[in-house]
């Protein structure tokens, strides 16, 4: 194969189960020898934003930064959330089968080369800054992504 | 060239089965998806052209993942033991 192989990820979904799903692929197949490329956007914007970062803006944006935090421990389960009681037991169960936790797999991914894209947009929309973002990663828009979808052979939505 | 430590594959190697042997061992024993995956590839890369890698895994689904991964990256699996739980990969660099 003389192409090179790239994988492409939109990360629309705040969750960290499905941010779980995302890191173990994005690690994977960075692993694997794709170049991979996360797109980050909407409550997807969690994983890569900061745990004290506090929305900029009006009432709105505000209220919604307060009730919508960043950072991996902030994060809700898809299912059986359970007022914040599932995320603290899937960490046990996690822990407990020896899988590597969400912060270690980011760590992980970053490490392995995994870029970042956060959505300007939904930044823009949400009142998120530059200086709010976790992660080192570029800014960019649906261009920047569909540039990057349309060289890969893996393209995927979670 | 390395003798992979026991216990890994020892009893193979006691029967005078084992016919390959590592330049290189990784132990990724106690681990889960992906990171067995993630390790070796980190080791194959420090590696030279032709070395053979031994992964020691217990993860269950690593015999299907080290095939997998072998077939996508185009590095050759030489040999695949196993022990109980214990799967031994041997890998040769392309």
Redesign the interface.
């Known amino acids: 194969m003389s192409e090179e192989?790239r994988m492409s990820m939109i990360l629309f979904s705040g969750e960290m189960d499905r941010a779980l799903a995302a890191l173990?692929l994005a690690?994977?197949a960075?692993?694997?020898?794709y170049k991979v490329t996360v797109f980050c956007t909407f409550w997807g914007l969690n994983l890569i934003k900061k745990s004290e970062a506090v929305a900029h803006g009006g009432v709105l944006e505000r209220m919604m930064g307060f009730m919508n935090k960043g950072g991996l421990e902030h994060m809700p389960l898809s299912r059986m959330n359970m007022l914040g009681v599932g995320p603290r037991l899937l960490r046990k169960m996690m822990r407990d089968?020896?899988?590597?936790s969400l912060g270690d797999l980011l760590d992980?991914a970053l490490e392995?080369g995994v870029h970042f894209v956060a959505c300007q947009m939904s930044m823009n929309v949400m009142g998120v800054t530059k200086e709010d973002l976790a992660v080192p990663c570029e800014v960019g828009g649906v261009a920047t992504f569909l540039n990057e979808a349309g060289k890969s052979q893996i393209t995927l939505f979670v | 060239m390395l003798v992979i430590p026991c216990p890994l594959g020892a009893r193979e190697r006691e029967r005078g089965e084992v016919t390959v042997q590592a330049h290189k061992t990784l132990d990724c024993r106690g681990m889960a998806c992906p990171m067995p995956i993630v390790k070796l590839s980190k080791a194959i890369k420090e590696m030279s052209p032709g070395e053979i890698l031994a992964v020691s895994a217990d993860d269950p689904g690593f015999e299907a993942d080290v095939k997998a991964w072998c077939e996508t990256t185009g590095n050759q699996l030489k040999g695949l033991e196993s022990e109980g739980e214990l799967r031994t990969a041997y890998i040769a660099k392309i």
């Open positions: 192989k173990v690690t994977g960075a692993s694997m020898g089968k020896k899988v590597t992980t392995l």
